[in-house]
Nanobody
Framework: QVHLVESGGGLVQAGGSLRLSCVASGQTLSSHTMAWFRQVPGNEREFVAAITWIGSDTYYADSVKGRFAISTDNMKDTVYLQMNSLRPDDTAVYYC??????????????????WGQGTQVTVSS
């Protein structure tokens, strides 16, 4: 079993930055892919970024490429999402996810076994 806890969300003006954190506990994540998704009420959960726990290969949605960066700190069992140049359409609840999957399947939320409770990010114009 893996327990994920996100933090770091908040209110920021357009053009600003936030860093989200996701602390993992429980079983080892060495064979897992970690990801961030986001969801706006009434919409489906949207893939944002993913990273392999071992090797740190990354993959990004086109909408965030060049603005967001996903990284891990294996010593702290933590995954980060650095978000720069934020836009109002980045407003959503952001979720951390983990699953024993290949990066090629990272964009599909149903592939992930574990989810955090989410953290709200609001970008004002």
């Amino acid at each position: 079993q893996v327990h994920l806890v996100e933090s770091g969300g908040g209110l920021v003006q357009a053009g600003g930055s936030l860093r989200l954190s996701c602390v993992a506990s429980g079983q080892t994540l060495s064979s897992h892919t970690m990801a961030w998704f986001r969801q706006v009420p009434g919409n489906e959960r949207e893939f944002v970024a993913a990273i392999t726990w071992i090797g740190s290969d990354t993959y990004y949605a086109d909408s965030v490429k060049g603005r967001f960066a996903i990284s891990t700190d294996n010593m702290k069992d933590t995954v980060y999402l650095q978000m720069n140049s934020l836009r109002p359409d980045d407003t959503a609840v952001y979720y951390c996810a983990a699953g024993p999957i290949y990066l090629s399947g990272a964009v599909y939320p149903n592939e992930y076994k574990y989810w955090g409770q989410g953290t709200q990010v609001t970008v004002s114009s």
